[in-house]
């Protein structure tokens, strides 16, 4: 890991965390909104602020972070103080120097059962910018009455107009939607991103995306898609698990849950590079207590992901209102775990840019 300046740092910054907590009022905590949003004020905004008397203040614009990040670094002027983002983003921002490289075990807090925090992370550390926080899985959703007496079971029958006609919902980027389309289309799963990596692939991909293009509602929040099968709108849509629980389990909609090649993921939290010494050390508080194992077990009580610190896995248990139990609800259960697509992280941030714009281009045709 490159953590010789923020090593550097460190000394410094513990001088001032005390100040900064007599200092600094707020924080601007930026993320996905919905029931995702929901969970974090839940587990952690609400016990931060009852602790320590600071206001946090909700952003739901972690899907623009990127630009919006770049956007704030040209101008000079950061007004975020803590956001999560996918792994992929954290990695290009922390490349470009727009986020805090952080050493988990001067940083944030040690495990419960002892485990220095870089031990009970492990792999999910995989930026030197990047405090994971969750492990989830984009899948898909349909609607249970509008889909005939044989539901979907596959993922290519996102792309079977003949035996579910209807609207479906994809999100309005290439991410997944190009390795679902590449494994529909004939790629075999450890293939598909030799394949994408090509300019032949991507065309590949676009053009089997291409038969449902008419058929689509693309979406870019992540309340989208739950909203669109409450209403009716579609038959089917790709979104993130802990949304479609709390449509099915929560909300009690006619909705069921594909976990064919869903795609594994984490999501976690970047602080921006840029912040005044208080705010950076006030970010560096806030993230600690957030991310610590109680908290991130918490987190597991009202929404269905799991936790990324090892030590939060045994202090899972039930739903805090529903009294279920989460485990069979979770992307690593064994049952919706037979057939997962895994996420490549540095694919993305090496192919983001170009794929991008070149999916953008598709989309205006």
């Known amino acids: 890991m490159k953590l010789t300046k923020t090593l550097l740092a460190t000394t410094a910054l513990t001088a001032v965390a005390g100040m900064a907590t007599a200092e600094v009022k707020e924080l601007t905590v930026v993320s996905w909104g919905g029931a995702y949003s929901a969970s974090q004020l839940n587990a952690y905004h609400k016990p931060y602020t009852e602790k320590t008397g600071v206001t946090i203040i909700n952003d739901d614009s972690s899907n623009e972070a990127v630009a919006k990040l ?22 290009r921002l922390c490349d470009e120097g727009l986020a805090l490289e952080i050493d988990p075990d001067t940083m944030l807090a040690d495990g419960d059962d002892g485990s220095k925090a870089s031990e009970d992370f492990g792999d999910l550390l995989v930026s030197d910018c990047y405090v994971p926080s969750i492990v989830y899985s984009t899948t898909f959703g349909y609607r249970t009455d509008l889909v005939g007496d044989t539901p979907p079971d596959d993922v290519c029958d996102v792309f079977d107009l003949e035996a579910f006609p209807g609207k479906r919902s994809l999100e309005k980027r290439p991410i997944n939607n190009m390795e679902w389309a590449l494994l529909c289309d004939g790629v075999a799963k450890d293939e598909v991103y030799d394949v994408l990596a090509t300019s032949e692939g991507q065309e590949q991909a676009l053009a089997k995306l291409d038969t449902i ?28 698990n802990g949304r479609l629980f709390s449509l099915i389990e929560e909300q009690d909609q006619p909705v069921g849950m594909l976990w064919d090649a869903q795609v594994f993921d984490i999501d976690g939290w970047i602080i921006p590079a840029g912040l005044s010494p208080e705010r ?10 957030a991310t610590d194992t109680q908290r991130l077990a918490d987190q597991a009580a009202y929404i269905s992901y ?25 992307p690593t259960d064994p049952e919706n775990a037979k057939n997962t697509f895994l996420y490549n992280y540095e694919f993305w941030a090496d192919y983001r840019d170009d794929i991008d714009a070149k999916f953008q281009a598709w989309l205006a045709q």
């Open 70 to 91: 770049r956007a704030m670094n040209e101008a000079d002027n950061i007004t975020w103080d803590v956001v999560d983002v996918v792994a992929a983003d954290a990695i």
């Open 213 to 240: 293009k008419d058929s689509v509602v693309w979406w870019s929040a992540g309340a989208d898609t739950p909203q669109l099968l409450a209403d009716g709108e579609i038959v089917m849509g790709s979104t993130y």
């Open 280 to 289: 950076e050390a006030a970010a560096l508080e806030y993230l600690k207590f």
């Open 306 to 330: 799991g936790p990324a610190r090892k030590s939060s896995a045994p202090l899972v248990g039930k739903h805090a209102t529903l009294g279920i139990d989460m485990a069979p609800h979770m």
